[in-house]
Nanobody, 123 residues
């Protein structure tokens, strides 16, 4: 079974930056799409960003455009989310996800999920 492990979360001040990483445990794992989702307490899980593995096309939620950047490293089998100009409203648990299909922001289309890493942005 494929395991996704996130890292890089933490506590930062408004305007600060964090870089989240996600690593897949399976050496032969080759997803079509990988993405990041966020979930604040009492809220539904929301789309943040996604990347198409082969072509590298990226998609972002409107709320993070210009601030967050998703990238991949196929040799290392990892995906990262660079978060800049962080705001208190970005505070949430961030989950890495992977899909065998070419999709963008459809939560139900992702087959594998990590356990999440907490990002807290103080005022």
């Amino acid at each position: 079974q494929v395991q996704l492990v996130e890292s890089g979360g933490g506590l930062v001040q408004t305007g600060g930056s964090l870089r989240l990483s996600c690593a897949a445990s399976a050496r032969t794992f080759s997803p079509a799409t990988m993405g990041w989702f966020s979930q604040a307490p009492g809220k539904e899980r929301e789309f943040v960003a996604a990347i198409m593995w082969r072509g590298g096309s990226t998609y972002y939620a409107d709320s993070v455009k210009g601030r967050f950047t998703i990238s991949r490293n196929d040799a290392k089998n990892t995906v990262s989310l660079e978060m800049n100009s962080l705001k208190p409203e970005d505070t949430a648990a961030y989950y890495c996800a992977a899909s065998s299909r070419v999709i963008s922001n459809v939560i139900s289309g992702f087959d594998y999920w990590g356990q999440g890493t907490q990002v807290t942005v103080s005022s």
